[in-house]
């Protein structure tokens, strides 16, 4: 399976399997779902932010591995960071996955969203991967719902 | 009648490869591919005969009006309509459900009337209902199925009454395969006096369809589901409805006169062709019908069943692998679920070994919903696909419950 090691490898399988922080997050400052209309993935973001830094996050997706995934890895870069921070983050993981060019990969600042580049070989799929991430917004924004449309 | 080891070789898109693998096409249920027949039809017509139907007196609009008449009968043929009158030229089955909606179904619909489908309908058999049922009072009821795709014709029967003014449903279906007692079904509605339209987008390249046989009152199919060009399809419906029916579209060539003071409307099928038709799509259909009819249903069934049966016993091998949709007739369409592993993420690893699916609800939402099913995986197979495409794509399912299972 070599032409898949971009995309399905260890580490998106992984959180596909054991989404972290992908149960419903009860209750909550912020809350959003993101809809993919083509595809049929379903996902809610759940934000605990009591002030300027989120508290707690979670991810509950219904969806294919790259939206599972994505969410997941969403989760564990967002905790515990400022909103300017996540702000900036939301603009780079963009860039990162639908960018038109090539993006260098900082692992420290990327973590595990590093190994979701792979997408970008698959157009169908670069909204499953970002999914997530329009949700976030949403939520952030105080907006109910996110879609890929 | 052809040589059936050549059939392969007329579709010149089949051998080309992709991502770097020879293209393995099972997605035949979305569109079929072409075969050369067709190609160099549309090819010669657009070099050699092109020019508009119905309005020249000069050599080459008489000789496509011609041509045009000539697909229209070869439809008429195809599917056993009493006369060509009975064919109308539209731009899909989707145009041709929404013109019986329109023109057939608005003014008969009152207040508390039922338009009675099934649960295993493609949206486009659902939507066109519900938008004319909305706009007058009236209610789409679904006709329940089992847990094999199959319907349950005693609650079929039991929803028909006297409220029903259309019963349509799907021939064949593109998520399931399951091939409908369509004759029987036809029966039990007529016994009630009520109209039937059936969808045979799925069925026609399969099966032979004799309309007359079946009954219906409308049927639909589109071009591009039996090997012609798309943008095309057709609307078969018995003349004496059709005359009475309110025209779908206004414009040119389908009046009669035309006056500041009204317009009164040429019978059919040119009171529903508004406008210059899809000409080629037309002549290209013919060629597709005439293609068809040369390899001849026997070997089509033959070939289909033999991939069928093959598809099925290998897939349910992999206990992975679940099939959804195991009703006793069914067409080559094998749709099926890995529970570790999701639709899209299958369909993208079979991508990149060149294997064309299906991953989605297939514009079946409350088919899935029902099936309790977000989305399936469909492999959807045709005369010219192999044995060892199958055994190619039983591989791959292997190897991805694995990953995904590990």
Redesign the interface.
């Given at each position: 399976m070599e032409d898949l090691s971009d995309l399905y490898q260890e580490i998106i399988l992984s959180h596909n399997k054991r989404p972290r922080n992908g149960e419903p997050l009860i209750p909550c400052t912020h809350q959003a779902d993101g809809f993919n209309p083509l595809c049929g993935d379903k996902l809610t973001v759940y934000v605990r932010k009591p002030d300027d830094l989120v508290d707690e996050i979670s991810c509950d997706t219904e969806g294919c591995a790259i939206s599972r995934a994505s969410g997941s890895i969403m989760t564990t870069l967002v905790q515990g960071k400022k909103i300017s921070e996540i702000e900036t983050l939301i603009e780079e993981t963009k860039a990162l996955l639908t960018g038109d060019e090539e993006p260098e990969i900082d692992l420290v600042q990327h973590g595990d969203m590093a190994a979701l580049i792979g997408v970008r070989k698959f157009p169908a799929r670069i909204k499953c991967a970002t999914l997530a991430w329009h949700a976030l917004e949403s939520a952030l924004k105080g907006e109910v719902d996110a879609t890929t449309e | 009648m052809k040589e059936d080891t050549d059939l392969r070789e007329d579709f010149p898109i089949l051998s080309q490869e992709v991502?770097g693998k020879p293209l393995i096409y099972l997605d035949n249920a979305a569109t079929t591919q072409k075969p050369q027949a067709v190609i160099d039809r549309l090819s010669n017509f657009l070099s050699k005969e092109n020019a508009n139907i119905h309005r020249g007196v000069h050599y080459l609009s008489m000789n496509a009006t011609t041509l045009y008449d000539e697909a229209r009968s070869s439809v008429a043929n195809f599917i056993n309509a009493e006369s060509d009158e009975e064919i109308i030229f539209v731009r899909g089955a989707t145009e041709a459900i929404n013109l019986v909606a329109r023109s057939f179904c608005n003014e008969k619909l009152e207040p508390g009337d039922e338009i009675l489908i099934t649960e295993m309908e493609h949206h486009a058999n659902i939507v066109p209902w519900q938008l004319v049922a909305g706009e007058n009072g009236a209610r789409v009821i679904p006709a329940p199925i089992t847990d094999e795709g199959e319907m349950d014709l005693d609650q079929f029967e039991s929803l028909l009454n006297e409220r029903t003014k259309l019963v349509a449903f799907v021939h064949v279906s593109n998520a399931l395969g399951t091939i409908n007692p369509a004759k029987k079904m036809v029966d039990l509605a007529h016994q009630k006096g009520i109209p039937v339209l059936l969808d045979g987008a799925q069925a026609v390249a399969h099966q032979k369809v004799d309309v007359q046989d079946l009954g219906c009152d409308f049927y639909v199919f589109s071009s591009h589901k039996i090997f012609g060009p798309d943008g095309v399809g057709v609307l078969y419906g018995r003349k004496e409805l059709l005359n009475k029916m309110t025209p779908y579209q206004g414009g040119g060539d389908m009046i009669e006169i035309v006056s500041f003071d009204g317009t009164t409307f040429r019978p059919s099928p040119e009171r529903f062709e508004a406008g210059t038709p899809n000409i080629s799509g037309a002549i290209g259909l013919k060629a597709a019908i005439d293609y068809v009819n040369d390899i001849g249903w026997e070997t089509i069934h033959e070939k289909e069943s033999l991939l069928k049966d093959h598809a099925h016993e290998s897939l349910e091998k992999n206990p992975s692998i679940k099939l959804v949709g195991t009703a006793e007739n069914k067409v080559p369409v094998v749709s099926f679920t890995i529970d570790?592993?999701?639709?899209?993420?299958i369909a993208?690893?079979l991508?990149?070994?060149g294997i064309a699916v299906r991953?989605?609800?297939h514009c079946t939402q409350p088919l899935m919903k029902r099936l309790g099913l977000?989305?399936t995986t469909r492999a959807s197979l045709s005369f010219y696909n192999t044995i060892d495409e199958i055994n190619q794509l039983t591989e791959a399912l292997k190897?991805i419950s694995a990953?995904?299972e590990?």
């Open positions: - | 991502h570790s592993a999701h639709p899209h993420d993208t690893i991508d990149t070994k991953a989605g609800h977000s989305a190897e990953l995904f590990s």
